[in-house]
């Protein structure tokens, strides 16, 4: 398997055939960890060190469940109750890491690009938890396998991603994972919700569901990112679920074998309908759950084995 990167810090960097290899091996880990024995020894020795400067709880234990099965030395820094919270700086933050020698560093920041500044002053392997609006690579890794599993194939699909764009480093990061796999992507949500120059990124924009989903093949919402909205994007919660919350009737405008996705937290009733959510025939939203464990186990098992040749084998 190739894969030279010290970093998973984004989806950009990534090669189609490295995306591949961590889908490959992320199915491989899919298929362990439905087995009775969960323990492996890829992490063995090694210790992971999870730093979350936002809360996220599903995140957050989707890696240490991962680090934990691979048979890393898990950490999980409080930062509530660190020196980050009295003023330290990311450089202070670094200097401290570099002392306690880590192995592996999980870290979630709200502002974008500190997770890529954090990585250039540590002495260990970084993976992005997401950071600001910029990227959360393993989530679109993880959103690439459940589409993979369920359609059978990760290329030429019709992929609607709808909602909240603007906010969205979940729909930055599956835009470009999804146009490198040669995806025709539609961005479907209000004008308020979208970013500038999303025209560039090759993308399709709708601002009504019924032409947005209309013969897709999967639909992804995203969650209304409230926290970080510091104005009027949308008239009401109930307007918006009106016009923009998936419901049977939007759905129907899809492919009737459309797979439904959410990233999670869900707000229903807003952003999907509840018995949408938990439709076992169209939804998949549970599986892409189960397949954040894998992908976050691949990820990491292919940084380790970087970490473990020889420095000249490993490219940032």
Do not use: W
């Amino acid at each position: 398997m190739r894969f030279d990167h010290r970093h998973l810090l984004g989806i950009a960097p990534l090669r189609p055939d490295e995306i591949v290899t961590i889908l490959d091996l992320a199915d491989q880990y899919a298929r362990f960890n439905r087995g009775r024995d969960k323990h492996a020894n890829a992490l063995a020795g090694l210790t992971q060190i999870n730093m979350f400067f936002e809360n996220s709880t599903r995140t957050q234990a989707s890696f240490e469940l991962a680090g934990k099965r691979l048979g890393a030395d898990v950490m999980n820094m409080s930062l509530q109750a660190s020196s980050i919270k009295k003023g330290e700086t990311l450089i202070d933050t670094a200097m401290t890491l570099n002392a306690m020698h880590p192995d592996l560093l999980v870290v979630r920041h709200p502002h974008s690009g500190a997770v890529e500044l954090l990585s250039q002053k540590v002495n260990c392997a970084v993976l992005n938890a997401g950071d600001g609006r910029q990227e959360h690579p393993t989530q679109a890794l993880l959103d690439a396998l459940t589409i993979r599993r369920a359609k059978g194939r990760l290329h030429r699909l019709n992929i609607a991603i709808c909602g909240d764009i603007a906010h969205s480093r979940v729909a930055r990061s599956n835009i470009l994972l999804l146009h490198k796999m040669e995806n025709r992507i539609r961005l479907v949500g209000p004008p308020t919700l979208m970013p500038s120059g999303i025209q560039d990124f090759g993308v399709e924009v709708y601002d009504t569901m019924e032409e947005g989903l209309r013969d897709v093949d999967v639909v992804m919402m995203l969650r209304l990112q409230k926290e970080r909205m510091d104005g009027g994007f949308i008239p009401s919660e109930r307007e918006y679920f009106h016009r923009y919350g998936l419901d049977a009737e939007k759905l129907s405008y899809a492919k009737p074998d459309a797979i439904v996705m959410h990233p999670g937290p869900m707000n229903r009733g807003v952003e999907i309908d509840g018995t949408l959510a938990d439709d076992i025939n169209r939804s998949v939203i549970q599986d892409q759950v189960e397949m954040g464990v894998a992908v976050r186990m691949a990820a990491m098992d292919l940084l380790a084995r970087n970490l473990r040749a020889r420095p000249t084998e490993v490219m940032a």
